[in-house]
């Protein structure tokens, strides 16, 4: 038992987002978002026809809420302040019920003793900047500082940790690519311009928190999903390496390094791909990199060399240089249809240990979601949720092991507290330690998981 005990100060938590748990989308003034317009105009793209407005009721039950976590044994907490209901147009007027509102929450939660980390953009760009062209507008990387620098001069006194996005290439991947976000459209030239503005909108807040002195760390959160070869033939492997410059090293590069792959940056230039950059923005890129790196990991990726020959009159698609792997074999979660590869998060605290300089990290999300868990409630009304506490401590075992090895891990974020409304799947697949009841105005029930997590927490001991 004692191979697995953590630090001590380890950060035991977990973590949100304000459109997927806050609610009250068209409350006290709160401003539309992408999410508000898209399930306007087409409510089929959720599961169930289930839309972002009355989620999970935090904004509500924030003080029952909070009062769990710590129940949980919570030391952390990461949410996302939401741009639109800060800052209701995205650019303008603050409204004073969300500085009321994120007030209360940052202090009850030093109240029950659990930091605030908190992050700055989740997915939820205020429709009115979408409208003037979203992360493709530099108008719009001017308004993202702007509310970077509101946000920091309001709550930079009780916020110590601070992340500028969560997986930024999330929303440009699938705003621009691959159809899954508000405008769902599919053009190369654009992605690689909105990831490009992500990154130095980045840049730009980092060098602001900086430059504040309010004594707190400033970070990203990447999604990073390992590139494993199908085989170790030279073309599987060169496949693998240009999926990884493609979706890991495209952020996870500029955020902690400064600079951007090669590889990446001589496709684009092959492709005619390369974003507009103006004089200076490369060097603020190298000079304001984060103090913090917050990873997120759910599923690895597969790659081969590919088998056909593209179309060259097709859109472009990073798919052109490597196939998918379907490896025989393979754990999945059916549900959701990610692999679950336990390793994969060692994988990649070696490779920032190795490559990037063993910055201070920690992990940030991991979590399974499952459909249809009331099958496992038991007498007492408690979902009975095994594979769950099996999935955490499978990857936390992965987890003590780099730490074992030197990895600068400070922490492990569940996603998620409570059930939560998924972008796509609504409330198809529930990720929480504590379940949500739709038909009973959200009742919540912690999960065996719940109580797990809190022996956990207060132990360190898996
Ligand atoms: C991450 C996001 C979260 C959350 C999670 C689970 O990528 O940061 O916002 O949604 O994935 O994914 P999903 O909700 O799509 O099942």
């Known amino acids: 038992m004692k191979d697995y005990l953590f630090p001590k100060d380890f950060w035991w938590g977990s973590a949100s987002s304000a459109t997927q748990m806050e609610g009250a989308a068209n409350k006290d003034g ?40 710590k129940e949980l044994g919570h030391n952390s907490f990461r949410f996302s302040i939401s741009w639109s209901r800060l800052i209701p147009t995205g650019e303008g007027e603050v409204n004073p019920k969300a500085v009321q509102f994120y007030n209360q929450v940052m202090d009850e939660l030093w109240n029950q003793g659990i930091e605030p980390f908190v992050n700055l953009y989740h997915f939820d760009m205020p429709f009115e900047l979408q409208e003037k062209g979203g992360w493709e507008s530099r108008e719009v990387v001017k308004a993202y500082v ?31 690519l691959y159809g899954h976000h508000y405008p769902a459209l ?23 928190y900086h430059k504040r002195n309010l004594g707190g760390k400033i970070g990203i959160i990447l999604n990073l999903t390992p590139s494993y070869p199908r085989s170790q033939h030279p073309a599987d492997v060169e496949a693998a390496k240009i999926a990884d410059a493609f979706f890991n090293r495209s952020f996870l590069d500029p955020s902690v390094k400064g600079t951007f792959p090669s590889e990446l940056v001589d496709i684009l230039k092959k492709e005619g791909f390369m974003p507009h950059i103006e ?135 569940v996603w998620t507290f409570i059930d939560n409304w998924s972008w796509l799947n609504a409330y198809k697949n529930r990720y929480g330690l504590v379940s949500v009841d739709l038909d009973k105005d959200c009742k919540r029930t912690v999960k065996k998981s719940g109580y797990w997590f809190k022996k956990l927490a207060v132990t360190g001991l898996i």
């Not at 599919?186 to 602001?208: D, E, M, P, Y």
Request: net charge negative.
């Open 186 to 208: 599919c053009n190369f030239q654009k992605c690689v311009q909105a990831g490009f503005h992500s990154i130095l909108a980045s840049a730009i807040a980092i060098r602001a």
């Open 279 to 413: 004089d200076g923005d490369i060097t603020l890129i190298k000079e304001n990199t984060v103090d913090l790196l917050g990873i997120n990991y759910y599923q690895p990726r597969r790659v081969k060399a590919k088998e056909n020959l593209f179309n060259p009159n097709a859109p472009f698609m990073p798919e052109r240089y490597f196939d998918y792997h379907d490896m025989p074999g393979k754990k999945m979660n059916p549900y959701r249809g990610w692999e679950i590869y336990e390793k994969g998060i060692y994988d990649i605290l070696m490779n920032v240990k190795e490559n990037y300089g063993n910055i201070e990290c920690f992990i940030s999300e991991n979590g399974m979601g499952v459909e249809n868990e009331t099958r496992f409630l038991n007498e007492e009304g408690m979902i009975e949720d095994d594979y769950r506490i099996e999935f955490y401590e499978e990857h936390l075992k992965w987890v003590h092991q780099a730490i074992k090895e030197g990895s600068n891990v400070k922490g492990f974020h």
């Open 146 to 176: 702007k509310y970077a620098e509101t946000c920091f001069d309001l709550f930079g006194d009780r916020v110590k940790k601070w992340f500028t996005h969560n997986e930024p290439i999330v929303p440009v991947e699938n705003q621009y």
């Open 30 to 69: 709160k401003g539309k978002n992408i999410w508000d317009h898209w399930y306007e105009i087409e409510p089929n793209r959720f599961f169930k026809k289930i839309g972002p407005s009355e989620t999970s009721q935090f904004y509500a039950r924030y003080k029952e809420d909070i009062a769990l976590m």
